[in-house]
């Protein structure tokens, strides 16, 4: 198991309220991303870090935002949910290898209702 | 527009029996790599085979790599029911970080 964690593992909430998903590595990995998935379906990219003070938007755009004021910490923060934001995210980090092996955390189910 | 495609996207077979899939990229990559992911849960890296490789093996996994094709495939002899899950590509290049295929499920039934 890769030492990457993501809190909670399970969120239902009503729609308009502000959230935050947690995510943190203990590696001290530089790299960071998060992953949107709805059931069976690919994963979309929506934001990265190459390290502290650094944050990019992903390939699919997203109404959340980031931040990555700490190396093991990059949580992400919708501001007010709508049932349209209910998915899996999973959080992944890796470390400058030249590889870009990624290790993923047990990832948050979101339900906005 | 997504880098790796995978086919088939569903694969049901028996314990025992081998399970193939493929993947096919568009574009020029350092490495392919293939992750696992069982049910409600995040992926695993399982193999990575570097665009200079042909094949490679890891226990009951074995991975190809056709540059000239732009495709690999990823092969599970022996298949158990803990071999369940979804099987994900993922290609890394220059560009810094992985494009995942939209993965296959296998379904292995004792």
């Known amino acids: 198991e890769a030492d990457i964690y993501q809190t909670p593992r399970y969120l239902v909430i009503g729609t308009g309220k502000k959230i935050t998903l947690e995510c943190s590595q203990t590696m001290g990995h530089d790299k960071m991303y998060w992953y949107q998935q709805d059931p069976g379906m690919e994963l979309h990219l929506i934001h990265y870090?190459?390290?502290?003070?650094?944050?990019e938007k992903g390939d699919l755009s997203s109404e959340s935002t980031v931040s990555r004021i700490r190396t093991e910490h990059f949580p992400l923060t919708l501001e007010s949910a709508r049932p349209s934001h209910t998915s899996q995210y999973l959080c992944a980090s890796s470390a400058w290898t030249g590889t870009d092996t990624q290790y993923f955390g047990p990832g948050t189910r979101l339900t906005v209702l | 527009s997504q880098q790796g495609e995978e086919d088939p996207q569903a694969l049901s077979i028996q314990e025992g029996e081998n399970a193939t899939m493929n993947c096919s990229y568009k574009?020029?990559?350092?490495?392919l790599q293939w992750y696992r992911q069982n049910s409600g849960r995040g992926l695993v890296h399982l193999i990575l085979?570097?665009?200079?490789?042909r094949e490679k093996h890891s226990g009951r996994l074995r991975v190809t790599l056709d540059t000239s094709k732009k495709s690999s495939s990823l092969l599970i002899t022996a298949s158990r029911a803990a071999d369940t899950a979804s099987y994900f590509c993922a290609t890394g290049g220059s560009w810094g970080k992985l494009q995942f295929g939209a993965g296959t499920q296998v379904v292995v039934t004792p």
């Open positions: 574009t020029s990559i350092n490495n």
């Open positions: 870090s190459y390290g502290v003070n650094s944050t």
């Open positions: 085979i570097r665009s200079n490789e």
